[in-house]
Nanobody, 121 residues
Framework: DVQLQASGGGLVQAGGSLTLSCAASGFTFDDYAIGWFRQAPGEEREGVSCISKTDGSTTYADSVKGRFTISRDNAKNMVYLQMNSLKPEDTAVYYC??????????????WGQGTQVTVSS
């Protein structure tokens, strides 16, 4: 059973920081690129960041570039998203997802339940 469990969300004031974690199981974790996505109520889901299987390539949405950092620990089947300088517009449910390494999060195969991030002004 494939699982991708996001955790670490919460309520934070604007300008603060949070670290999200994604725990993966049920598939060969280090053969997949892992991405973070987010969706706010009434809005389209958007890609936030993606990290390759080797940690040699990362991508970020323009809206978070310079503030968020994605990383992974293949030995632990974990991916992290360090979020700094948070803004109210970052408020959303954040999801992690796994994609074939050559697709780099364009078409994830596996999705998990999200974790709520709320940034107050």
């Amino acid at each position: 059973d494939v699982q991708l469990q996001a955790s670490g969300g919460g309520l934070v004031q604007a300008g603060g920081s949070l670290t999200l974690s994604c725990a993966a199981s049920g598939f060969t974790f280090d053969d997949y690129a892992i991405g973070w996505f987010r969706q706010a109520p009434g809005e389209e889901r958007e890609g936030v960041s993606c990290i390759s299987k080797t940690d040699g390539s990362t991508t970020y949405a323009d809206s978070v570039k310079g503030r968020f950092t994605i990383s992974r620990d293949n030995a632990k089947n974990m991916v992290y998203l360090q979020m700094n300088s948070l803004k109210p517009e970052d408020t959303a449910v954040y999801y992690c997802a796994a994609d074939r390494p050559w697709r780099l999060c364009l078409k994830p195969d596996y999705w998990g339940q999200g974790t709520q991030v709320t940034v107050s002004s």
